[in-house]
């Protein structure tokens, strides 16, 4: 007989017995189905957190009091040796700004500004951020109306602001809101510049900013203290030049920071830098343990779906003896009979696997339309998978059943009652 032949013989064998056939492909079912839903989950958290991370630019350099940590390699903190590291400066910037593979330099502190009013209209939870001249190249922000922070900006603590399109949005509507004043912390603020709209962060808005000169805020904000000082004090973004690697710049950037602070060669850093592609990495390597738990939990409801396959094929072939010995009576050979029963065992286990593929990929999309942030993605890869893990299973649990078939004697298995 062809493949067609077989095949079709095999469905309609499987049509048959349809309440037994699905009972055994369901283990076959939920093991694709949650290999599915998890690859397409996991891809998609990815792909989000490489297009998110993208707002940040990539490659700044964020100089902090301390490292960034996730993930199970992260180490205990020692928050009392963390609160007494020494605050950065503005001259700490000045000083890595004229490094030959650093493009900017420049100091960065923010807080929440709470909400904003302007002619009975509002904005809701907006932060306050200082920073100086570049910070747009190192904040990845673009102008879009107006100019950013300048150089006299700064050293004259001038009180001038630029806004983002959320807050332009929502204070002044169609107007533009270039020259025009903005109070802000009790301080009124020219609006000198607007910016391009960022978007969400993992549902968190980008654009409700207001940038000024990191020494007017500095005026009017105290530096925080104590433990407020670890994550709250003043740090550090820099940019490395066109055409510079990353760990090349972060070198320099460690000598520089460790020459300014005295520390001896034994000495360890008292401050961190930390970049996207840490942040990045790190979530990567989550995903990546959620991934290899997940399939080896797949992977066990995949065994004992073959082992139904395989018990379900054995049956099946105490049942059909004497068809076994009419058709090796009329002629059929010890490989045409075992290929019809591996043919049915394995027709059986991809029907789980579509049937499978299909619930994972709804499952995954229900899940991306509840949860904002996470959006499914189901690349051709995860359905050649699924169907590759279905045969494999037909394949592995029906040889044995199809031997035993093809090795029956033809005169004891027409007699078989």
């Given at each position: ?21 699905f009972?055994t ?10 290999v599915i839903?998890?690859l397409?989950?996991?891809e ?10 993208s707002t940040?630019?990539?490659s ?5 009091k301390?490292?960034w940590q996730m ?5 205990r903190?020692?928050f ?5 590291r ?9 000083a890595?700004?004229k490094l ?7 100091p960065?502190?923010g807080?929440g ?9 509002e904005?809701q939870?907006?932060e306050?951020k200082?920073t ?9 922000w673009v ?7 300048t150089?006299e900006?700064r050293l ?11 807050i ?11 020259d ?12 000198v ?6 978007g ?7 654009d ?5 000169p ?8 105290p530096?925080?203290?104590g433990?407020r000082a670890i994550?709250g004090g ?12 990353l760990?090349?710049?972060m ?6 920071l460790r020459l300014?602070r005295?520390?001896?060669?034994d000495?360890d ?5 930390n ?5 990045m990495?790190?979530m990567?390597?989550?995903?990546s343990?959620?991934?290899?738990v997940?399939v ?7 065994i004992?779906g073959g082992?139904?396959?395989m018990?379900?094929?054995?049956v ?15 002629g ?22 579509l049937?499978?593929?299909i619930?994972g990929?709804g499952?995954a999309?229900?899940?991306?339309v509840?949860?904002?942030f ?5 690349p051709?890869?995860t359905?050649?998978?699924g169907f590759g893990?279905s ?9 044995y059943?199809a031997q035993?078939?093809?090795k029956l004697?033809?005169?004891d298995a027409?007699?078989?009652e």
């Open positions: 007989m062809n493949f067609l032949s077989l095949l079709g013989l095999s469905v309609v064998t499987l049509r048959h017995h349809k309440s037994r056939s009972l492909a369901l283990g076959i079912i939920i093991g694709v189905m949650t839903t998890i397409s989950l996991l998609g958290l990815n792909r989000k957190i490489k297009e998110e991370f940040l630019g990539s700044t350099i964020y100089i902090q301390m490292e993930g199970p390699g992260r180490h903190l020692d009392e040796e963390l609160r007494k020494p605050n950065f400066t503005v001259e700490d910037a000045e890595l700004a030959p593979s650093i493009e900017a330099a420049v960065s502190i807080k500004a709470g909400t904003i009013k302007r002619l009975g209209n904005a939870n907006c306050l200082g100086a001249e570049g910070g747009d190249l190192t904040g990845n102008v879009e109306q107006g100019r950013f922070i150089r900006d004259h603590r001038r009180l001038v602001c630029v806004i983002g399109s959320y332009a949005e929502n204070l002044f509507g169609a107007e533009n809101p270039v025009q004043t903005l109070d802000v912390d009790g301080h009124r603020y020219l609006i510049g607007v910016l391009e709209e960022k969400a962060m993992f549902g968190n808005i980008q409700n900013v207001v940038i000024i990191v020494s007017t805020y500095l005026k009017y904000n530096l925080p203290r433990w994550w003043l740090s550090i973004e820099a940019l490395p030049k066109p055409g510079v690697p760990e090349k710049a070198a320099d950037v460690e000598e520089q300014l005295g520390l001896r060669y000495q850093n008292d401050f961190g830098l970049t996207q592609q840490m942040i990495t790190a990567q390597g989550i995903t343990t959620l991934w290899i997940m080896g939990i797949a992977a066990i409801s995949l004992v082992i139904g396959i018990n379900i094929m054995l099946s072939v105490a049942e059909r003896t004497r068809e076994i010995g009419i058709r090796k009576a009329v059929a050979r010890d490989r045409d009979i075992m290929i019809q029963f591996l043919m049915e065992a394995v027709v059986l286990a991809l029907l789980g696997g049937i499978g593929i619930v990929i499952i999309r229900l899940v991306s509840l949860v904002e996470l959006d499914a993605a189901s051709w890869w359905v050649v998978l893990f045969a494999a299973v037909g394949i592995f649990f029906g040889i059943p035993k078939a093809s004697n033809p005169i027409i007699r078989y």
